[in-house]
T-cell receptor, first 112, second 117 residues
Protein backbone atom coordinates (compact mmCIF):
# COMPACT_ATOMS: atom_id res chain seq x y z
CA UNK A 1 0.00 0.00 0.00
CA UNK A 2 1.29 3.45 -0.93
CA UNK A 3 2.17 5.52 2.10
CA UNK A 4 3.48 9.01 2.78
CA UNK A 5 4.86 9.77 6.23
CA UNK A 6 5.69 13.28 7.41
CA UNK A 7 7.67 14.55 10.33
CA UNK A 8 7.51 16.30 12.62
CA UNK A 9 3.76 16.29 13.21
CA UNK A 10 3.99 19.84 14.49
CA UNK A 11 6.65 22.50 14.82
CA UNK A 12 6.89 25.86 16.53
CA UNK A 13 9.61 28.33 15.53
CA UNK A 14 10.37 32.00 15.99
CA UNK A 15 9.90 34.46 13.18
CA UNK A 16 13.04 34.80 11.07
CA UNK A 17 14.32 31.31 11.80
CA UNK A 18 14.72 28.52 9.25
CA UNK A 19 13.11 25.10 9.43
CA UNK A 20 13.04 21.82 7.55
CA UNK A 21 10.12 19.45 7.17
CA UNK A 22 10.55 15.81 6.20
CA UNK A 23 8.62 13.41 4.00
CA UNK A 24 9.22 9.70 3.44
CA UNK A 25 7.19 7.69 0.95
CA UNK A 26 6.71 4.17 -0.31
CA UNK A 27 4.77 5.05 -3.48
CA UNK A 28 5.88 2.99 -6.43
CA UNK A 29 6.33 3.46 -9.31
CA UNK A 30 7.13 7.05 -8.53
CA UNK A 31 5.87 9.83 -10.76
CA UNK A 32 6.14 13.10 -8.87
CA UNK A 33 6.11 14.69 -5.44
CA UNK A 34 4.42 17.92 -4.46
CA UNK A 35 4.48 20.06 -1.38
CA UNK A 36 1.28 21.91 -0.56
CA UNK A 37 0.61 24.68 1.93
CA UNK A 38 -2.79 24.66 3.63
CA UNK A 39 -3.82 27.71 5.62
CA UNK A 40 -6.46 27.23 8.29
CA UNK A 41 -9.91 27.08 6.71
CA UNK A 42 -8.53 27.01 3.19
CA UNK A 43 -7.79 24.39 0.59
CA UNK A 44 -4.21 23.28 -0.10
CA UNK A 45 -2.11 25.33 -2.52
CA UNK A 46 0.73 23.77 -4.49
CA UNK A 47 4.21 25.09 -3.63
CA UNK A 48 6.52 22.85 -5.64
CA UNK A 49 6.43 19.76 -7.83
CA UNK A 50 9.39 17.48 -8.54
CA UNK A 51 9.67 14.57 -10.92
CA UNK A 52 12.13 11.70 -10.73
CA UNK A 53 14.95 13.58 -12.44
CA UNK A 54 14.72 16.68 -10.25
CA UNK A 55 16.40 16.79 -6.85
CA UNK A 56 15.68 20.38 -5.88
CA UNK A 57 13.05 22.99 -6.62
CA UNK A 58 12.63 26.46 -5.16
CA UNK A 59 9.66 28.77 -4.80
CA UNK A 60 10.72 31.97 -3.08
CA UNK A 61 11.74 31.14 0.48
CA UNK A 62 10.62 27.52 0.03
CA UNK A 63 13.12 24.94 -1.23
CA UNK A 64 12.16 21.32 -1.73
CA UNK A 65 14.62 18.49 -2.19
CA UNK A 66 14.04 14.97 -3.44
CA UNK A 67 16.12 11.81 -3.10
CA UNK A 68 14.32 9.26 -5.23
CA UNK A 69 16.74 6.52 -4.24
CA UNK A 70 15.97 6.75 -0.54
CA UNK A 71 12.39 7.94 -1.21
CA UNK A 72 12.78 11.01 0.92
CA UNK A 73 11.94 14.66 0.43
CA UNK A 74 12.36 17.76 2.54
CA UNK A 75 10.91 21.24 2.48
CA UNK A 76 13.17 23.98 3.78
CA UNK A 77 11.70 27.32 4.75
CA UNK A 78 14.13 30.21 5.00
CA UNK A 79 13.69 33.32 7.15
CA UNK A 80 10.23 32.30 8.32
CA UNK A 81 7.38 34.79 8.46
CA UNK A 82 4.19 34.81 10.49
CA UNK A 83 2.27 34.04 7.30
CA UNK A 84 4.15 30.76 6.98
CA UNK A 85 2.01 29.40 9.82
CA UNK A 86 0.05 26.63 8.12
CA UNK A 87 -0.06 22.90 7.49
CA UNK A 88 2.45 21.62 4.93
CA UNK A 89 1.39 18.52 3.09
CA UNK A 90 3.58 16.15 1.11
CA UNK A 91 1.77 14.49 -1.81
CA UNK A 92 3.21 11.68 -3.91
CA UNK A 93 1.78 10.43 -7.19
CA UNK A 94 2.19 7.01 -8.69
CA UNK A 95 3.13 6.61 -12.31
CA UNK A 96 0.05 6.07 -14.45
CA UNK A 97 -2.35 7.12 -11.70
CA UNK A 98 -4.22 10.37 -11.28
CA UNK A 99 -5.01 9.66 -7.62
CA UNK A 100 -2.24 10.98 -5.37
CA UNK A 101 -1.33 9.82 -1.86
CA UNK A 102 -1.38 12.55 0.77
CA UNK A 103 0.66 12.75 3.93
CA UNK A 104 -1.00 13.89 7.15
CA UNK A 105 0.90 17.16 7.08
CA UNK A 106 3.19 19.07 9.40
CA UNK A 107 1.57 21.87 11.34
CA UNK A 108 3.94 24.85 11.49
CA UNK A 109 3.42 27.75 13.87
CA UNK A 110 5.64 30.81 13.54
CA UNK A 111 5.72 33.01 16.63
CA UNK A 112 6.76 36.69 16.62
CA UNK B 1 -10.07 34.97 -12.02
CA UNK B 2 -12.38 32.95 -9.81
CA UNK B 3 -11.00 29.89 -8.14
CA UNK B 4 -12.79 26.76 -7.03
CA UNK B 5 -15.75 27.57 -4.81
CA UNK B 6 -17.67 25.30 -2.46
CA UNK B 7 -20.90 25.68 -0.57
CA UNK B 8 -21.91 25.69 2.12
CA UNK B 9 -18.73 26.51 4.01
CA UNK B 10 -20.15 24.86 7.12
CA UNK B 11 -22.93 22.35 7.54
CA UNK B 12 -24.28 20.98 10.79
CA UNK B 13 -26.77 18.16 10.50
CA UNK B 14 -28.38 15.49 12.61
CA UNK B 15 -27.50 11.85 12.32
CA UNK B 16 -29.65 10.16 9.70
CA UNK B 17 -30.27 13.25 7.59
CA UNK B 18 -29.14 13.63 3.98
CA UNK B 19 -26.75 16.43 2.95
CA UNK B 20 -25.66 17.91 -0.36
CA UNK B 21 -22.33 19.61 -0.86
CA UNK B 22 -21.65 21.72 -3.92
CA UNK B 23 -18.50 22.44 -5.89
CA UNK B 24 -18.01 25.01 -8.65
CA UNK B 25 -14.72 24.25 -10.42
CA UNK B 26 -12.55 26.71 -12.30
CA UNK B 27 -14.17 27.47 -15.65
CA UNK B 28 -12.81 25.22 -18.38
CA UNK B 29 -11.31 22.64 -16.05
CA UNK B 30 -12.32 19.18 -17.20
CA UNK B 31 -11.12 17.21 -14.19
CA UNK B 32 -12.81 17.38 -10.79
CA UNK B 33 -11.94 15.57 -7.58
CA UNK B 34 -13.66 15.17 -4.23
CA UNK B 35 -11.60 14.47 -1.10
CA UNK B 36 -12.36 14.05 2.57
CA UNK B 37 -10.07 15.44 5.25
CA UNK B 38 -10.68 14.06 8.71
CA UNK B 39 -9.00 15.53 11.78
CA UNK B 40 -5.38 14.46 11.94
CA UNK B 41 -5.61 12.46 8.74
CA UNK B 42 -4.34 12.97 5.21
CA UNK B 43 -6.72 13.79 2.41
CA UNK B 44 -8.73 10.76 1.36
CA UNK B 45 -9.71 10.42 -2.30
CA UNK B 46 -13.44 9.96 -2.87
CA UNK B 47 -14.32 10.37 -6.54
CA UNK B 48 -12.86 11.69 -9.81
CA UNK B 49 -14.63 13.13 -12.86
CA UNK B 50 -12.87 13.65 -16.19
CA UNK B 51 -14.85 15.29 -18.96
CA UNK B 52 -17.70 13.11 -20.14
CA UNK B 53 -16.06 9.86 -19.05
CA UNK B 54 -17.58 7.65 -16.39
CA UNK B 55 -16.39 8.83 -12.97
CA UNK B 56 -13.90 6.88 -10.87
CA UNK B 57 -15.91 6.13 -7.73
CA UNK B 58 -13.34 3.80 -6.20
CA UNK B 59 -12.78 6.02 -3.15
CA UNK B 60 -16.38 6.32 -2.00
CA UNK B 61 -16.50 4.73 1.48
CA UNK B 62 -20.05 3.38 1.27
CA UNK B 63 -23.16 3.38 -0.89
CA UNK B 64 -24.46 6.26 1.20
CA UNK B 65 -22.07 8.48 -0.74
CA UNK B 66 -22.74 9.55 -4.32
CA UNK B 67 -21.72 12.39 -6.59
CA UNK B 68 -22.71 13.80 -9.90
CA UNK B 69 -21.40 16.42 -12.23
CA UNK B 70 -23.89 18.19 -14.43
CA UNK B 71 -22.88 19.64 -17.77
CA UNK B 72 -19.23 18.98 -17.09
CA UNK B 73 -19.12 21.82 -14.57
CA UNK B 74 -20.80 21.98 -11.16
CA UNK B 75 -20.59 18.89 -8.98
CA UNK B 76 -22.69 17.78 -6.04
CA UNK B 77 -21.59 15.29 -3.39
CA UNK B 78 -24.53 13.69 -1.58
CA UNK B 79 -24.30 11.82 1.69
CA UNK B 80 -27.44 9.92 2.66
CA UNK B 81 -28.36 8.92 6.20
CA UNK B 82 -25.35 10.72 7.65
CA UNK B 83 -23.37 9.15 10.48
CA UNK B 84 -21.13 10.81 13.04
CA UNK B 85 -18.05 9.33 11.37
CA UNK B 86 -18.93 11.33 8.26
CA UNK B 87 -17.90 14.50 10.11
CA UNK B 88 -14.95 15.94 8.23
CA UNK B 89 -13.93 18.66 5.80
CA UNK B 90 -14.91 17.82 2.23
CA UNK B 91 -12.59 19.35 -0.35
CA UNK B 92 -13.13 19.72 -4.05
CA UNK B 93 -10.34 20.26 -6.57
CA UNK B 94 -10.24 20.84 -10.30
CA UNK B 95 -7.52 20.69 -12.92
CA UNK B 96 -7.21 21.50 -16.58
CA UNK B 97 -5.56 18.26 -17.65
CA UNK B 98 -7.52 16.31 -20.21
CA UNK B 99 -5.65 13.07 -19.73
CA UNK B 100 -5.90 12.95 -15.97
CA UNK B 101 -2.17 12.65 -15.45
CA UNK B 102 -0.62 12.99 -12.04
CA UNK B 103 1.42 16.05 -13.05
CA UNK B 104 -1.71 18.15 -13.58
CA UNK B 105 -1.91 20.81 -10.87
CA UNK B 106 -5.05 20.49 -8.76
CA UNK B 107 -6.63 23.70 -7.51
CA UNK B 108 -8.56 23.24 -4.31
CA UNK B 109 -11.64 24.93 -2.98
CA UNK B 110 -11.89 26.08 0.65
CA UNK B 111 -13.86 23.01 1.64
CA UNK B 112 -17.14 22.32 3.42
CA UNK B 113 -16.88 21.48 7.10
CA UNK B 114 -19.54 18.87 7.86
CA UNK B 115 -20.54 18.15 11.45
CA UNK B 116 -22.94 15.32 12.14
CA UNK B 117 -24.49 15.48 15.60
Amino acid sequence: KNQVEQSPQSLIILEGKNCTLQCNYTVSPFSNLRWYKQDTGRGPVSLTIMTFSENTKSNGRYTATLDADTKQSSLHITASQLSDSASYICVVSEGGSYIPTFGRGTSLIVHP
Amino acid sequence: GAGVSQSPSNKVTEKGKDVELRCDPISGHTALYWYRQSLGQGLEFLIYFQGNSAPDKSGLPSDRFSAERTGGSVSTLTIQRTQQEDSAVYLCASSSGTRGTSTDTQYFGPGTRLTVL
